[in-house]
Every structure is written in structure tokens, then in C-alpha cells.
């Protein structure tokens, strides 16, 4: 955040847009059923020290490269924050690992994440207020 607040002093940027892509260590320390209080923690704090409210948030959800109940639990809760909030957004991610369908993405899987979370950003930005 001193970076950011660093970057905008004197500014006021007409957009912003949270990009997410976490959740794995989460899921294999077992913290399923406390991610989604966990997300809602982390935007709040970033709406704070933004000072703003109006903050789009794209949440990459992990892949299906596992199937354990606490990587279930933090997949859903992905899903669910993005959707509850009218400032955001999910992408998928399940086809991005290759054939093998290995925990990390391939080198055209990355190149796709990229132009997911931009075409989503920008599906938010445009998007009418309500």
C-alpha cells in the first residue's frame, strides 16, 4: 500500500481494479472454512486504505487440479465473494493447467489468465452503476 499511495498522492485514479490470484497455501493449510471471512477481511482493508468504495475486485478461482475439501472450500468461496459483490468478478481457471492438469498453469495457461483478468477488469469498468 505505500507503493500505491505513493503512486496516486494528489490523484484520484477515475478506476480501480483489484486483481486476485491466490489461495492454494490456503487450501493446503486447511483454511477452507475461513476463506471466504478471509476475502471479505482483505477487501475491506484495501477499500480503508484506499479511502474508496468503488473498487472492482477479479478473483482468479484455483483450478481443479485437486478435489480435497478444503481446496473445495476455498474454490466455492471464490466464487461466492465475486458474485456477492456488484463490484466483482470470478475467472476460471480449470482449463488453464494442460493435459496434465498439474497445480500450475502452462505457458500459454498464464498468457490466457492475463487476458482474462484484463477482459473481466474491463467488463467491470464498463459496467452501469447501479
Not at 85 to 113: C, F, I, M
Amino acid at each position: 500500500m505505500t507503493k500505491v499511495k505513493a503512486a496516486v498522492e494528489g490523484k484520484k485514479p477515475d478506476t480501480i481494479t483489484f486483481v486476485w490470484m491466490q489461495g492454494e497455501r490456503d487450501a493446503r493449510e486447511k483454511h477452507g472454512d475461513v476463506y471466504a471471512a478471509s476475502m471479505a477481511g482483505l477487501v475491506e482493508q484495501l477499500l480503508s486504505d484506499l479511502g474508496r468504495k468503488d473498487v472492482n475486485v477479479v478473483i482468479g478461482r484455483l483450478s481443479d487440479c485437486n478435489t480435497d475439501a478444503h481446496w473445495t472450500m476455498v474454490r466455492q468461496a471464490q466464487v461466492q465473494a465475486a458474485e456477492a459483490d456488484p463490484r466483482g468478478a470470478w475467472v476460471d481457471t480449470d482449463d488453464l493447467n494442460g493435459p496434465s492438469n498439474a497445480l500450475h498453469y502452462t505457458k500459454q495457461g498464464y498468457a490466457e489468465l492475463g487476458k482474462r483478468f484484463a477482459a473481466k477488469a474491463v467488463e467491470l469498468i464498463r459496467k452501469p452503476e447501479k
